[in-house]
């Protein structure tokens, strides 16, 4: 097949936008075809790779622990780039992520007030190195958020002060705003100065300079500019904690990757793949796209493979079914990382995945490295 054939990615989740950024910059043409969204929309926004040693304590430093993800053979230096890759190509798409100095997990609230290990997170998260005193402010009608027993949590764990402040919401609100109705309202400019005002009249009594975190609704195209702009007016910094799924975090980076790749050339289709050979994909339309596959369709709980009622197993892209061990609990971690296929498949659909020894992006991050090697070793060989 000459170079000049696209790429088809097939998923727009995680393993797709990364895929398909790491072609587009070796100056590949890239077509992505998804039936739905991917499952960023579902993430806090936070990159993570937590993982256990031999003594079953945490990985405090992920970038070191390649051999944590078994059977993919990538070396600590090809591990250690593939995160400053993704650093670089969020950056690309204009999400800046903070990472400890010395390349460790940092420390990043969840919705019930415990501070869990994050590898790379998003500048709007909070996150910190050691846990100290934090102001935590709320509006009537985020019931995802629950001050007192967020406060309760976070001293508990971390034995340092939460202040919690409790603020009626603006004039016009009501009731059934959720958090992307409040996003919508605080990217305009009459919500940015009701922001602004609302928070310097509640933390007027409160003269300690501790970090003010505030649930994750601060806009979805303005957050950056209005996070610094409170900072600047409050004097501290002001960070966000995530909300339940879906999480405007997630949905912030899914929008903006994709107006990166669209920006660039890359062709999005919305349809859903029914077979796949070695020329290309054929979708449930009825029409077809020619050009070298990667399967980035993440498994059963991204609609990858289905389970069917005769409890079998499906690719949903190819029609083939999956080898399963009849065990619920088995059902997310099964994949199809066959070396010998016409297709690439990377993320969540490789299979392998154990969510209690590592975090999502670095499985995603982990396959999508493995098959960008395998892809230049054809290449190379090729080329002999
Ligand atoms: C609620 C939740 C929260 C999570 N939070 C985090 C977090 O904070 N941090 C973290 O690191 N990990 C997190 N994870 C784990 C992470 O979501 C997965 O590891 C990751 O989604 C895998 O990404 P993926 O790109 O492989 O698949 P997905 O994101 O599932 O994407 C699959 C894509 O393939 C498409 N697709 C599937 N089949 C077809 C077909 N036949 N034709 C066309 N398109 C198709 C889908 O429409 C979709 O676009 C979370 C998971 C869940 C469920």
Redesign the pocket.
């Known amino acids: 097949m000459p170079m000049t054939e696209p790429w088809i990615i097939?998923?727009?989740?995680?393993?797709?936008l990364l895929a398909a950024s790491l072609l587009l910059e070796q100056g590949h043409r890239v077509v992505v075809?998804?039936?739905?969204?991917?499952?960023?929309p579902?993430?806090?926004g936070?990159?993570?790779f937590y993982s256990w040693d031999t003594k079953q304590h945490p990985v405090k430093a992920p970038y070191d622990h390649a051999d944590h993800l078994s059977g993919l053979s990538l070396n600590r230096e090809q591990w250690q780039a593939g995160w400053e890759d993704w650093r670089r190509i969020l950056q690309k798409v204009g999400v800046q992520t903070q990472v400890s100095p010395d390349h460790e997990n940092l420390l990043s609230p969840t919705l019930s007030g415990v501070l869990v290990p994050r590898y790379l997170v998003p500048e709007w998260q909070y996150a910190v190195t050691d846990p100290e005193p934090v102001t935590v402010v709320s509006w009537d009608g985020i019931l995802d958020l629950d001050l007192h027993l967020w406060a309760e949590r976070y001293q508990q764990h971390t034995k340092m002060a939460a202040k919690t402040i409790q603020r009626p919401g603006p004039q016009g609100w009501t009731a059934r705003w959720t958090p992307l109705h409040w996003a919508g309202y605080l990217d305009s400019e009459s919500g940015r100065r009701w922001l602004a005002d609302d928070l310097e009249a509640a933390l007027d009594d409160t003269f300690d300079q501790c970090p003010v975190l505030v649930p994750q609704i601060i806009g979805i195209r303005h957050t950056e500019e209005i996070l610094s702009d409170l900072r600047v007016r409050l004097g501290r910094p002001v960070k966000e904690i995530p909300l339940i799924?879906p999480c405007l975090g997630g949905v912030r980076i899914a929008e903006r990757w994709k107006e990166y790749l669209l920006g660039h050339g890359v062709r999005f289709v919305a349809?859903?793949?029914?077979g796949v050979d070695g020329f290309g994909v054929q979708l449930a339309t009825g029409g077809a796209l020619s050009g070298r596959v990667v399967l980035?369709?993440?498994?059963v709980?991204?609609?990858?493979f289905r389970l069917q009622w005769d409890r079998t197993v499906i690719n949903?892209?190819t029609g083939q079914s999956i080898a399963w061990s009849g065990k619920p609990e088995d059902l997310s971690c099964i994949g199809v990382s066959d070396a010998n296929s016409l297709w690439g498949v990377?993320?969540?659909?490789a299979g392998g995945?154990d969510g209690d020894r590592h975090?999502?992006?670095?499985?995603?991050l982990g396959t999508v490295l493995a098959w960008v090697n395998a892809m230049h070793e054809e290449v190379y060989c090729a080329a002999r």
């Open positions: 097939v998923g727009k989740g995680p393993a797709g075809v998804a039936k739905g969204q991917g499952s960023l579902l993430w806090s936070a990159l993570d799924a349809d859903e793949v029914v980035a369709t993440g498994g709980l991204g609609g990858g949903t892209a990377v993320g969540r659909s995945w975090g999502g992006a670095g499985h995603v």
